[in-house]
């Protein structure tokens, strides 16, 4: 019976392990957002602007798909310039500047879902 259990803790567990690189996780996010990511450095959580806009209530003005969008690419939004990315330039004063890119690495499409569950907290 013993070994029985142990072997039903063991495979739920290896089900967590495996499975759990498809789910988007707010934890990784945050400590992508505070440490290897820098968003933290031009990113305030609050409403407060510091280089960039404050992400507070983000994911309720723009779309996932603009956001997720963004991370992956932000010159390309930036270019083609939808009503929102419209706004944005104003709100920042770049309505004609250029954009240079604005993460400090291209992000994997895991880090992308992650720092939406984390944005979505926010
Ligand atoms: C070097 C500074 C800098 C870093 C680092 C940075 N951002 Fe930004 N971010 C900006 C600026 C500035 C804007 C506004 C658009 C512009 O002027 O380029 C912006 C815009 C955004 C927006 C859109 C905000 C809105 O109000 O629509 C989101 C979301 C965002 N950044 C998320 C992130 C995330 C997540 C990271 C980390 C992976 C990150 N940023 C890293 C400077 C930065």
Redesign the pocket.
């Known amino acids: 019976m013993k070994r029985l259990f142990t072997f039903a803790v063991c495979a739920s567990i290896a089900t967590m392990v495996t499975s759990g690189a498809a789910y988007a996780d707010a934890n990784a996010g945050k400590s ?2 505070e440490g290897a ?7 305030n959580i609050s409403d407060k602007k ?6 507070a209530e ?1 994911t309720k ?2 779309t996932e798909d ?2 997720k969008k ?2 992956k690419d ?1 010159p390309a939004v ?1 270019n083609a310039g939808d009503d ?1 990315t419209k ?3 104003e ?2 004063k ?1 309505v004609d ?1 250029p ?2 890119a ?3 690495r291209p ?1 994997s499409d895991q ?1 992308v879902a992650d ?1 939406m569950d ?2 979505k907290t926010l």
């Open positions: 992508l957002f990511g820098k968003c933290a450095n031009c990113h510091k280089v960039g806009p404050g992400l983000i003005r723009a603009w956001l963004w991370l932000p930036w929102y706004k944005l330039k709100t920042m770049k500047k954009k240079p604005h993460t400090t992000l880090e720092l984390y944005m």
